[in-house]
């Protein structure tokens, strides 16, 4: 059997690459591409823990999660595709363009 | 610890995923950087096989792989953007990549093997104990739909 401190390692180093991706890049495709990475280090969590505990719910919570973010997903990027054909790019920079 | 072939086999995923997961963050171009993506959700479909969660790594394979990844896609090739030369060459580790993962998810996993915890009764166990939950995911999924699809035709929605 595997560690189980050895996958939350490995899921917190996921976490904190997708951080990094938010915080490093400013287009607006590669902060979703670390909000998913983020995600799946969270999936991995739940998954880890429901196969360590013999308990079904963190696999349910895994699924319920994984179709949750599929649809912010798709939201993000129907914000995005309408923001870059507004300003002609989606770099975030440009959002300072938005203050009321 | 034994470092056995199911060790082995998780060792080996974590360092594709580590490596994948680090390609993602120094690729410059977001093409590159969704390629990568779509490499570390096939690893972790991978993981959730090892982990005995197949319905799990077969949802991240359809819904991830199949759906986000090409939604991503269309996505970046819409928007403009400036080409650099990339620091890492896609068409030489993108087969590697794909190759140690796919000879890793067909060597590891049991085939007719039950894991611990039955995964059959999946569904019942959904309806059962999650049915107001699953009507919530359902609304959001249609009013997502529907946002979405008004958000892109409507020009004048404000943001």
């Given at each position: 059997m595997i560690d189980y401190s050895w996958i939350v390692y490995l899921s917190t180093f996921l976490f904190a690459l997708g951080i990094i991706n938010i915080l490093v890049k400013k287009d607006g495709i590669n902060f979703i591409i670390g909000i998913e990475m983020i995600i799946n280090a969270a999936l991995i969590n739940f998954v880890s823990g429901s196969a360590y505990l013999l308990n079904e719910n963190g696999a349910v919570y895994a699924l319920f999660t994984l179709v949750v973010a599929a649809l912010e997903t798709t939201l993000i990027v129907a914000l995005l595709l309408l923001y870059s054909s507004r300003t002609g790019g989606a770099l975030f920079s440009s959002l300072r363009n938005l203050r009321g | 610890m034994e470092l056995g072939l199911e060790v082995l086999g998780f060792l080996l995923t974590a360092l594709v995923m580590i490596i994948e997961g680090i390609a993602v963050v120094m690729s410059r171009r977001p093409m590159h950087s969704i390629l990568f993506l779509f490499l570390l959700l096939l690893t972790a479909a991978a993981l959730f096989i090892e982990l005995d969660a197949v319905v799990l790594a077969l949802a991240e394979l359809l819904i991830?792989?199949?759906g986000i990844t090409i939604l991503l896609t269309l996505a970046a090739s819409i928007e403009p953007e400036e080409i650099r030369a990339p620091r890492i060459k896609p068409d030489i580790i993108l087969p590697l990549v794909a190759a140690v993962i796919l000879v890793f998810m067909i060597s590891t996993y049991k085939f007719g093997n039950v894991s611990?915890?039955?995964?059959?009764?999946l569904g019942t166990f959904i309806l059962s104990g999650y049915g107001i939950l699953l009507l919530v995911v359902m609304v959001m999924s249609i009013a997502a739909a529907l946002s979405a699809t008004y958000m892109i035709s409507k020009e004048d929605v404000g943001i």
């Open positions: - | 991830y792989n199949g611990n915890f039955s995964y059959t009764s």
